[in-house]
């Protein structure tokens, strides 16, 4: 280890100092973006809400802010089915008889823009925001 020692340099301690100070930018202005957002708003929460839709068209809606306990809901269209379950603030496809299985296999969501499909039945479940927050490029309200 000592013989490595004199190969460091004063400014190479001050940019990799400068460096590691650097690294917390990001976290800093994605903080200060949300505090100026949410005084925007009045300085209230945002809501989210889970919204399923099949073809286009809404069929449930459940608010997920504050939600508590679990709630179970099922969407039949004659012979298919998708068994929906909100647990707190989360909300997944625990059953369907949809044959590749997709939708049940990818879990819960919670945050605004993020999506649950299950393309076989044509059913979409979505995390909408009250803020109107775009995420993955998408405006959600």
Known sequence: MRKYLHMIKPLDVIIVVALMLLSFLPYVLFARHEAASNAQRGGQPRVL????????????????????????????????????VTTGSRIAITDANCSDQ???????????????????????????SSTGEQTGGMVTQ
């Not at 809400?49 to 039949?76: C, M, N, P, Q, W």
């Not at 605004?112 to 299950?118: Q, W």
């Open 102 to 128: 997709v939708c049940v296999r990818k879990g819960q969501i919670s945050q605004p823009g993020e999506t649950i499909v299950c393309l076989p039945h044509k059913l979409l479940i979505e995390i909408k």
């Open 49 to 84: 809400t889970a919204v399923v839709s099949h073809d286009g068209k809404e069929v449930y809606r459940i608010r997920l802010t504050g939600h508590t306990g679990t709630s179970k809901f099922r969407y039949s269209d004659g012979h298919d089915y998708n068994e929906i």
